[in-house]
């Protein structure tokens, strides 16, 4: 049974494909981390190889544009291990964060809808955009509340998490599922496939990503519910 030694969230953990992402990016993090990189200028690299990507996709290059889109998102992954490892996670860090995420998601969405310029893309990319930041911002301010009350893992106990790559194909393949459905750092992936000279794949990958962030939208007001229904039961206890 293998066990790596490093700063990995405890997201990864039943995360089939964050689990592969952080073997490739835990290498080029560690060298980071050598160079004495901030976790902000790791986040600043990451968003420069965005826009870069953004101008090869308005050109008409899907090689250079995934090829710069994957190399963000490597980025963007490892920015957050270099915060654990070097013990400097911070709230306005993680916020900075998210919010350029949001941020990647929004304009890469827009490049689309202006590149294609037709209405029913324009609509998918406005509807997957506007559902998109609703449900990021509603899971991060939960993830946030969590770090405030100190029932997430810290970054001094992230800093030298023991994570399991050893699974059984059962638990594999049932994170593999769920992994498709979350909108976690897996959920960039379906961009990587995004095509500037096919617009058939946008349309299929548009529709996917309405999938996606309708599913989680409805998990998250599911969670609001039972947490609205337990938070009742309390009050009714105390009076």
């Known amino acids: 049974m293998k066990l790596v030694r490093s700063g990995i969230n405890s ?35 990451s ?30 992954v490892a920015d957050g291990i270099v915060a654990r490892q070097t013990n400097s996670s911070s709230a306005c860090g993680s916020l900075y964060d998210h919010s350029s995420d949001d941020l990647k998601i929004l304009l890469l969405l827009f490049v689309v809808g202006f590149h294609y310029n037709t209405p029913l ?7 997957a ?31 030298d998490n023991k994570v399991n790559f050893s699974i059984s194909a059962k ?27 096919h617009k058939n794949v946008t349309l299929i990958l548009l529709i996917a990503i309405l999938i996606v962030v309708s599913s989680n939208l409805i998990y998250s007001y599911i969670r609001l519910y039972k947490q609205a229904k337990h938070i009742d039961k309390e009050l009714l206890r105390w009076k």
């Open 11 to 45: 997201k990864v953990i039943g995360n089939p494909l964050l689990r592969v992402t952080y073997l490739v990016v835990l290498p080029l993090a560690r060298q980071l981390v050598k160079a004495k990189f901030s976790p902000t200028s790791v986040t600043h690299l």
């Open 47 to 76: 968003n420069i190889f965005f826009v870069a990507s953004l101008f090869f996709f308005l050109n008409n290059n899907p090689i250079f544009f995934s090829a710069f889109l994957i190399f963000s998102f490597i980025l963007d």
């Open 129 to 159: 955009s506007s559902l998109t930041l609703l449900v990021s911002s509603n899971s991060y301010s939960y993830s946030f509340k969590d770090n405030l009350n100190g029932s997430e893992s810290s970054a001094s106990k992230d800093i």
């Open 171 to 197: 638990t594999y393949l049932k994170g593999l599922i769920s992994s498709i459905f979350r909108l976690d750092g897996n959920f960039m992936y379906y961009f990587f496939f995004l095509n500037p000279n």
């Open 121 to 127: 893309i324009w609509f998918l990319t406005f509807a």
